[in-house]
């Protein structure tokens, strides 16, 4: 996901698509737990994408206060 995308939602599309972001990286986790993780790469990608709306997200409420 890129910054540009980002930029265009709102604050509940932020925190929608973090959670959902959350989620998957919480099934990757388990996967990797289980040694059935087939793209280690993925989890360290979501992580970085939940750092871009969180991001975006505070600086949402930093503009709007």
């Known amino acids: 996901m890129k ?3 980002i930029k265009d939602l709102t604050q ?3 925190a ?3 959670r959902d972001l959350r989620q998957e ?3 990757l986790r388990l996967q990797k737990a289980s040694s059935q993780l087939e793209k ?3 989890l360290r ?3 970085r994408d939940i750092a871009r709306l969180e991001t975006q997200s ?3 409420r930093k503009k709007a206060a």
């Open 40 to 42: 280690p790469s993925r």
């Open 16 to 18: 929608a698509k973090a």
């Open 25 to 27: 990286m919480f099934n």
């Open 3 to 5: 910054m540009s995308e």
């Open 58 to 60: 505070s600086l949402l």
């Open 45 to 47: 990608i979501l992580r």
């Open 12 to 14: 509940t599309e932020l």
